[in-house]
């Protein structure tokens, strides 16, 4: 993965030269003054981990598993939020890990956890690295060093019960690869987000993720039905049926924890058979409002498709919808619908009817092609909006249907009041029958200081999100950039609860420091 932006290097594009128009013309978007630095430049403060220490962390993994050299600290420092992205393309290394271990079992990361908490190493859990909400950067003060633990050693599918539909992952197991081993049973998970390509299990799991297919196949934390838990307090072991009355369900404590409480270790994870058909097309409607009432239709009423979002004007407008066509939209609103598994036909029917009685007009399966085809390239089209001047960045919030217009106004307001005259889109992309999710992307010109320029502009809509009644993230997670609105979220009450979970799990408080736990 490409270390100052995402992923492979090679798909890296030029800017159309109608969206280098768009960009000055609307927005007046200007190249900036200082060229990106280079990986051997960027700045990187010296390892505070002694060499006893690292000399201990070895005796653990092995030696050829600690690692301290400068490419890759690089790479595990951060995620990839466009904050995060801005400081690393101007040579910020400040946050990265001392060192870079990759245990080879839930055993040695017992053993680890066990270690750094004697030690007061600080230990920041690394999957792909996607994070967006600043959950990969830990606190220094009071610890030894810090550690970003990378999983990636863990990576096998342990076991597949076909009876029961569940298979094993260890948690470094990257989407792609956990597909193409559960593809040799004619089985999938159907999880696609839009960090597909570099995502793993364990990161999924960590953030709740929700993937592009959640109508269909539901978000990943109804996937798991069981997990391992590392803590440096012990191990947890938790799933032994798919629901019960056994008091709290503790697989809920783990999922959405980031790695503040633990590491997870293993996944058993509900697959479905793979999908014998697709189908995706493409539905025009007049207006959000529109758009709106046919998805909740369907989410209340049914069939729901696979697949199910709606592009608001503005989105339409620039075709953001079809990231390989950027600047090819058109007018009104783009609903995108897909099908897949059993019985496509019928549903499709079905859908179809309900959405032309709402006023949808078929677009036929261009549109849904075009998205399926693009559905990963957003973030690299990113990459070549930073490099050519503007600030572009995504956040995400979820209400219900009765609240969703006031909080489409209030996010779009908050960032037109902090940023002056930003290009602003927004869809629907995750639907409930009791609401959905608000997805935004805005675009920006850069000003001096674009970190603090988005900053202040992500203050205004956690305040605005709250304000309104809505979640502060509906699957990106909390982070650091979350954190002081998630303490309102879930009140005083709540954050006693959670820092007496991290109290009894982590007591040292080496787990993922400043991240979550308010």
Not at 345 to 362: E, K, P, Q, V
């Amino acid at each position: 993965m490409l270390w100052s932006g995402w992923g492979d290097p090679g798909k890296a594009r030029e800017l159309p030269e109608r969206v280098r128009e768009l960009l000055r013309d609307l927005l007046g978007v200007r190249a900036p003054a200082v060229p990106a630095a280079a990986l051997e430049s960027v700045r990187l403060p010296p390892v505070a981990l002694t060499e006893p220490l690292l000399g201990a962390l070895a005796g653990v993994t092995g030696p050829g598993h600690v690692l301290t050299g400068h490419e890759d600290r690089v790479r595990h420092t951060r995620g990839k939020s466009t904050p995060d992205l801005l400081r690393m393309r101007a040579g910020d290394g400040s946050d990265a890990p001392d060192a870079v271990v990759l245990p080879g079992s839930h055993d040695e990361v017992a053993e680890l956890l066990r270690l750094c908490a004697r030690e007061r190493i600080a230990v920041v859990p690394f999957g792909g690295g996607t994070s967006v909400v600043g959950g990969l950067a830990a606190a220094r003060a009071g610890f030894a060093g810090v550690i970003a633990l990378d999983l990636g050693r863990l990576d096998r599918l342990r076991s597949v019960d076909a009876e029961s539909m569940v298979a094993e992952f260890e948690p470094g197991a990257r989407a792609p690869d956990a597909e193409r081993l559960l593809a040799g049973h004619g089985l999938t998970l159907g999880h696609f987000p839009q960090s597909f390509e570099y995502a793993t299990l364990g990161g999924f799991a960590a953030a709740r993720s929700s993937g592009q297919g959640s109508a269909g196949y539901g978000r990943f934390d109804d996937m798991v039905v069981g997990l391992t838990l590392a803590t440096p307090s012990g191990t947890l072991e938790l799933g032994r049926a798919p629901k019960s009355a056994a008091g709290p369900d503790l697989r809920q404590l783990v999922l959405g924890s980031e790695g503040a409480f633990g590491v997870i270790t293993s996944l058993r994870l509900r697959v479905r058979r793979a999908p014998a058909e697709r189908r995706y097309e493409g539905w025009h409607f007049a207006s959000f409002a529109a758009g709106s009432a046919a998805v909740r239709a369907l989410a209340q009423e049914g069939p729901l498709p696979t697949v199910l979002r709606l592009s608001d004007e503005t989105e339409t407008m620039i075709g953001l919808a079809k990231p390989d066509e950027i600047g090819s939209g058109g007018s009104g609103c783009l609903l995108i619908a897909g099908y897949e598994g059993a019985r496509v036909a019928t549903r499709h029917a079905a859908a179809s009817a309900l959405l032309t009685r709402m006023g949808g007009r078929a677009l036929g399966p261009e549109p849904g092609r075009a998205w399926e085809q693009g559905r990963y390239s957003a973030p690299y089209l990113r990459d070549s909006l930073l490099a050519a001047g503007a600030t572009v960045e995504t956040l995400e919030t979820a209400g219900f249907w009765a609240n969703l217009p006031r909080l489409y106004d209030a996010v779009r307001l908050a960032l037109l009041g902090s940023l002056g005259s930003p290009l602003v889109m927004c869809h629907i992309s995750h639907v409930y029958e009791t609401g959905a999710s608000l997805y935004f992307t805005v675009v920006t010109p850069q000003d001096a200081d674009p970190v603090a320029q988005w900053e202040r502009a992500k203050a205004a809509v956690n305040a605005a999100i709250v304000t309104a009644g809505g979640t502060i993230t509906h699957h990106h997670g909390v982070g650091r950039d979350h954190l002081g609105a998630y303490a309102e979220e879930i009140g005083a009450v709540g954050v006693r609860v959670l820092r007496a979970v991290k109290a009894e799990l982590d007591p040292a408080g080496v787990l993922n420091p400043g991240v979550l736990v308010p």
